[in-house]
């Protein structure tokens, strides 16, 4: 894994339409010692990321209503998550070009092991870090 620069736990914010999905990689991800919330959508996402202050977010692109590219640029011109990471988590591996164009910092196909993924949170978040 990544070599480790943070002090604190992780808060890491998960959304992913799929009830399934949200399980399996919150479970992982409290594993880890790090604290998660989720969200089931776009809406929901940029209400939670606001109150939840999260370090990174991953970012499910295709859900109903507002989806993950239109959630991720909403949080972009979001001055209080502007600097928030977002890791695209998708199926859709020719969504890549469109996820970083939205603003996301890392894109990862779904399935992926829980190793590189906290290998990909771990990298973005103390990218952001380092530019703060």
Same mark, same amino acid.
């Given at each position: 894994?990544?070599?480790?620069?943070?002090?604190?736990?992780?808060?890491?914010?998960?959304?992913?339409?799929?009830?399934?999905?949200?399980?399996?990689?919150?479970?992982?991800?409290?594993?880890?010692?790090?604290?998660?919330?989720?969200?089931?959508?776009?809406?929901?996402?940029?209400?939670?990321?606001?109150?939840?202050? +999260?370090? %990174?977010? *991953?970012?499910?692109? =295709?859900?109903?209503?507002? /989806?993950g @590219?239109? !959630?991720?640029?909403?949080?972009?011109?979001?001055?209080?998550?502007?600097?928030? +990471?977002? %890791?695209? *988590?998708?199926?859709? =591996?020719?969504?890549?070009? /469109?996820? @970083?164009? !939205?603003?996301?910092?890392?894109?990862?196909?779904?399935?992926?092991g829980?190793?590189?993924?906290?290998?990909?949170?771990?990298?973005?978040?103390?990218?952001?870090?380092?530019?703060?």
């Amino acid at each position: 894994m990544a070599q480790n620069r943070r002090v604190r736990r992780l808060r890491v914010l998960v959304v992913d339409d799929s009830p399934e999905s949200r399980e399996v990689y919150a479970d992982c991800l409290r594993d880890l010692g790090w604290e998660l919330e989720a969200a089931a959508g776009g809406d929901e996402a940029l209400a939670r990321a606001s109150a939840f202050g +999260p370090d %990174v977010i *991953l970012m499910d692109l =295709a859900m109903p209503g507002v /989806d993950g @590219l239109e !959630a991720t640029r909403r949080l972009k011109r979001d001055a209080r998550t502007t600097h928030v +990471p977002i %890791v695209a *988590l998708t199926a859709y =591996a020719g969504r890549a070009y /469109d996820a @970083l164009a !939205a603003g996301c910092s890392e894109f990862l196909t779904k399935p992926c092991g829980i190793q590189d993924l906290a290998a990909v949170i771990e990298k973005v978040v103390n990218a952001a870090a380092e530019r703060q």
